[in-house]
């Protein structure tokens, strides 16, 4: 059997799970909305695609990161100086 797998989205009360405690089997993939079960899917695929489709519905976006580019520059060459090192 595969790792347990869970996606939540508590803002939603959205959970996606394969192999954890709440499934009724190990073979299939659920959504749950809170403690009910919404759904059963035979592959990850399926699951992922109704996945969508709910936060599709529900309008929900990911919150904006804020980017700070100095510092993401300062990575960068960090990464850069220590591939070009290694020879």
């Avoid at 700070?68 to 960090?78: C, L, V, Y």
């Amino acid at each position: 059997m595969a790792s347990p797998y869970r996606q939540c989205l508590p803002q939603l009360g959205l959970s996606l799970e394969h192999g954890t405690d709440r499934t009724p089997d190990g073979r299939g993939w659920f959504i749950f909305r809170g403690a009910d079960l919404l759904a059963r899917y035979p592959s990850e695929a399926k699951a992922r695609d109704a996945w969508k489709v709910l936060l599709d519905e529900a309008g929900w976006q990911p919150a904006k990161r804020a980017i700070n580019a100095s510092e993401a520059m300062r990575r960068e060459k960090t990464e850069r100086w220590a591939r070009n090192r290694a020879g």
